[in-house]
């Protein structure tokens, strides 16, 4: 059973930083894509960052270009989220995804909050 672990949410002032990690049970390799989404209250889920394995390519939602980076550790197994000049807008609980390439499955993390504020 595939399982997604995140860590290092918190509470952190806007302006400030943070970076989320998630180790993924087994290789990162048998994943792709790879990324980060986050769901605010009374929003709908949204994608954040993505890694595209076979390709090394990344892709950020409008609002975090820029300002986070997506980057896959192959001898940890995590996928990280580096987030600097966090706003409030970011706050939400972000999610950490991999699509299994064979067999074809979705997986998901727990989520861990992150909350900007002053």
């Known amino acids: 059973q595939v399982q997604l672990v995140e860590s290092g949410g918190g509470l952190v002032q806007p302006g400030g930083s943070l970076r989320l990690s998630c180790e993924v049970s087994?290789?990162?390799?048998?994943?792709?894509?790879l990324g980060w989404y986050r769901q605010a209250p009374g929003k709908q889920r949204e994608l954040v960052a993505s890694?595209?394995?076979?390709?090394?390519?990344?892709d950020y939602a409008d609002s975090v270009k820029g300002r986070f980076t997506i980057s896959t550790n192959s001898a940890k197994n995590t996928v990280d989220l580096q987030m600097n000049s966090l706003k409030p807008e970011d706050t939400a609980v972000y999610y950490c995804?991999?699509?299994?390439?064979?067999?074809?499955?979705?997986?998901w993390g727990q989520g861990t909050q992150v909350t900007v504020s002053s």
């Open positions: 890694f595209i394995i076979t390709h090394g390519s990344t």
């Open positions: 995804y991999a699509a299994q390439r064979w067999p074809r499955a979705d997986y």
């Open positions: 087994g290789s990162i390799f048998s994943f792709n894509p």
